[in-house]
């Protein structure tokens, strides 16, 4: 049997740790107007009916409006990544939504509860779906509707880098994914294909929503050292995947997210056990993240 007095000094073992790994770590630039602020940033994809199935890019209305009051009654107040890129004072407790791939139901479904709460969402769209008007996805007209509204704000999730298939995307384990350089493939070949697409779907959604977007989430989470010099030159803020919540005194770029789904709760995400958060500044101290 092990003794109580064994388990609260493994506690405290524990903390102490975490409390010195974070002093190791907060030692901001002075000019960050963010430094030493934390960002959690939560990744969202695709919303359906209550009652129809889910998969793990996939919530219901119902858990939807369920974080959106969840986030609200822990104080927390939605940001824009407009916002950061400006450099605005950040509330006491900032989270950022975002939403990938730009399915309809971001306008039918969640877009109505976005307006109940007056919450701010960031939702990048792949900019091929737009200017084919894919039926799953959002349309033009309705990225317009939504901005118009101060609450949404439009991102680039590239314009046809991202595997596409009858789901939107799907990662290939073997192959080349988003941004990512193709295995011998010439600056040339690079530019035409990663680095004009990435241009172009800035440019329209700057022309089709007549403001410049200032958010680009990388596909899948993957970066590219080839791409990353002009992503970061056309978008002020950027995000990945790593599910950690954002330190500001690293900058905007690379923002990791919570991904969010059905089976774990947001209070779960944003409050893990102590156990979870010491393990995760370990790995982040000893970059094994």
């Known amino acids: 049997m092990r003794h109580p007095w064994k388990r609260a000094f493994s506690a405290l073992l524990a903390l102490a740790l975490l409390l010195s ?71 006491e407790k900032p989270v950022l939504i ?38 799953d996805f959002i349309t033009w007209a309705m990225c317009r509707e939504i901005t118009d509204s101060g609450l949404i704000e439009i991102g680039s999730h590239t314009y046809l880098l991202h595997n596409l298939d009858e789901r939107g995307g799907s990662f290939d384990p073997e192959g080349v994914n988003g941004v990512q350089r193709k295995p011998e493939e010439t600056d040339r070949e690079f530019q035409s294909r990663v680095l004009d697409d990435i241009q172009l779907s800035y440019d329209l959604i700057a022309e089709k929503l007549e403001q ?59 409050n893990p056990p102590l156990k979870t958060v010491v393990k995760a500044k370990i790995k982040d101290f000893l970059g094994l993240s």
């Not at 399915?103 to 960031?122: C, D, G, M, T, W």
């Not at 990353?228 to 905007?252: C, M, N, R, W, Y």
């Open 21 to 91: 790994l974070m002093a190791c770590q907060s030692s901001g630039d002075p000019e960050n107007p963010y430094s030493g602020r934390k960002l959690p940033v939560l990744m969202y994809h695709h919303v359906v009916e209550d009652g129809q199935e889910c998969n793990d890019m996939t919530i219901t209305v119902s858990r939807l409006r369920e974080d959106l009051q969840w986030l609200q009654d822990n104080g927390y107040t939605t940001v824009l990544p407009r916002e950061l890129a400006a450099g605005e004072r950040l509330p």
């Open 98 to 135: 975002t939403f990938d791939d730009g399915y309809r139901s971001n306008y039918n479904l969640a877009f109505p509860i976005f307006q109940e709460f007056e919450a701010k969402v960031v939702i990048s769209v792949m900019v091929y779906m737009q200017d084919n008007a894919a039926s």
């Open 212 to 270: 410049p977007p200032t958010f680009f989430a990388y596909p899948f989470g993957l970066t590219e050292p080839d791409a990353d010099g002009l992503i970061q030159e056309l978008f002020p803020v950027t995000a990945v995947t790593l599910p950690k919540t954002a330190d500001l005194s690293d900058g905007l770029y690379d923002l990791p997210r919570h991904t969010v789904t059905m089976n774990k709760s947001l209070d779960s995400i944003l």
